[in-house]
Nanobody
């Protein structure tokens, strides 16, 4: 059984940093993409970042320069390091895995096959 579990969310202030973790069990990273999405109240889910099993990274424009996605060598956990956080970053952040080696749709949530439950990130001014 595939399970994804996020951790690391919390309440911070503008300019602070947070590191989210997504622990994965029941699935390897090989030939797959791991991604982070977020959903703010009243808004649609949006892509934040993704990483391929080879380590290639993809970022939404809103994340470039501030967020870094990475994975560990044991292929059990991947991360989202967030810095210079802003109130607009407030959302529920959810990790997911796309069961495909192809990069065409890494930014599309409907292409992901497995999801965690999400972790709340709140950034106050």
């Amino acid at each position: 059984q595939v399970q994804l579990a996020e951790s690391g969310g919390g309440s911070v202030h503008t300019g602070d940093s947070l590191r989210l973790s997504c622990r994965v069990s029941g699935l390897s990273f090989t030939n797959r993409h791991m991604g982070w999405f977020r959903q703010a109240p009243g808004k649609n889910r949006e892509f934040v970042a993704a990483i391929s099993w080879r380590g290639t990274t993809f970022y939404a424009d809103s994340a470039k320069g501030r967020f870094t996605i990475s994975k560990d060598n044991t292929e059990t956990t991947f991360y989202l390091q967030m810095s210079s956080l802003k109130p607009d970053d407030t959302a529920v952040y959810t990790c997911g895995i796309e069961d495909s080696p192809y990069t065409d749709y890494v930014n599309r949530g409907n292409q992901y096959d497995f999801w965690g439950r999400g972790t709340q990130v709140t950034v106050s001014a």
